[in-house]
Antibody, heavy 119, light 112 residues
Framework: AVQLVESGGGLVQPKESLKISCAAS????????MYWVRQAPGKGLEWVAR??????????YYADSVKGRFTISRDDSKSMVYLQMDNLKTEDTAMYYC??????????WGQGVMVTVSS | DVVLTQTPPTLLATIGQSVSISCRSS???????????LNWLLQRTGQSPQPLIY???KLESGVPNRFSGSGSGTDFTLKISGVEAEDLGVYYC?????????FGSGTKLEIK
C-alpha cells in the first residue's frame, strides 16, 4: 500500500528555519512528481511546491507566497522529499501535507505535519 | 492566479438525496495539450484530503460510482447521486493547468 509519512514539524519563532520530510513507500518514487500542500488552521488548502522527476531535471515550482524562502528537494535513493523553510512567518503556520503523483497528480496524501510559527 | 469559485459554501442533504457542487474558474482550464486539469477532493473532519475525481470526470480507484464529475472550460460540477452518511466533509475542486495551482474555497456537506 502507498504510504506517505511526514515528519519534522514543530514550533519555531518567526525568521527561523525548519526542514520537514516525507518518507514514501508503496510506489515507484523516482517516477512520481511530488508536492507539498498546506492548510492553515480552519482554512482551505494551498499548494506550496512541486518537484518533478529526474528525466524532467528535478524542476521545481513554488507558490508566490513561499518563493525565495522555501526549497523543495528529493532523494530518490531514499524515497524522500523535503521542504526546507527559511525566514518563516506567522502566516506559514499550517498543516503541511506531502502528496504524490500516481495516475494523476495529487493521487496520494500523507497524514500531514504541523508547523507553528509563533513568538 | 486562477480563482476557483465553489458554490454553495454549505450543503445540507438528506440520505439518498442527489446534490451538486459547482466550481467556476476565472480562466479556462483547458491545457495546450488538450487535457483539463481539474480534480475534486474530499476532506473528512480531522483527515487528509482524498482524491475523488481527476481530469474533470475520471473516478479515482475505489471511489463509489455515485460520484461523478462533468464540465469543461471554466464550469465544472461534482454530483453525488444518493448521498450516504460517509460523504460528509468538505469538498474541494483544484486546478493544475496553470501555475500556481489553486484550490476552491470548499463546500461543506452536512447530513440532515
Amino acid at each position: 500500500a502507498v504510504q506517505l509519512v511526514e515528519s519534522g514539524g514543530g514550533l519555531v519563532q518567526p525568521k527561523e528555519s525548519l526542514k520537514i520530510s516525507c518518507a514514501a513507500s508503496g510506489f515507484t518514487f523516482s517516477n512520481a512528481a511530488m508536492y507539498w500542500v498546506r492548510q492553515a488552521p480552519g482554512k482551505g488548502l494551498e499548494w506550496v511546491a512541486r518537484i518533478r522527476t529526474k528525466p524532467n531535471n528535478y524542476a521545481t515550482y513554488y507558490a508566490d507566497s513561499v518563493k525565495g524562502r522555501f526549497t523543495i528537494s528529493r532523494d530518490d535513493s531514499k524515497s524522500m522529499v523535503y521542504l526546507q523553510m527559511d525566514n518563516l512567518k506567522t502566516e506559514d503556520t499550517a498543516m503541511y501535507y506531502c502528496t504524490a503523483e500516481g495516475g494523476s497528480p495529487f493521487d496520494y496524501w500523507g497524514q500531514g505535519v504541523m508547523v507553528t510559527v509563533s513568538s | 492566479d486562477v480563482v476557483l469559485t465553489q458554490t454553495p459554501p454549505t450543503l445540507l442533504a438528506t440520505i439518498g438525496q442527489s446534490v451538486s457542487i459547482s466550481c467556476r474558474s476565472s480562466q479556462s482550464l483547458l491545457h495546450s495539450n488538450g487535457n483539463t486539469y481539474l480534480n475534486w477532493l474530499l476532506q473528512r473532519t480531522g483527515q487528509s484530503p482524498q482524491p475523488l475525481i481527476y481530469l474533470v470526470s475520471k473516478l479515482e480507484s475505489g471511489v463509489p460510482n455515485r460520484f461523478s464529475g462533468s464540465g469543461s472550460g471554466t464550469d465544472f460540477t461534482l454530483k453525488i447521486s444518493g448521498v450516504e452518511a460517509e460523504d460528509l466533509g468538505v469538498y474541494y475542486c483544484m486546478q493544475f493547468t496553470h501555475y500556481p495551482f489553486t484550490f476552491g474555497s470548499g463546500t461543506k456537506l452536512e447530513i440532515k
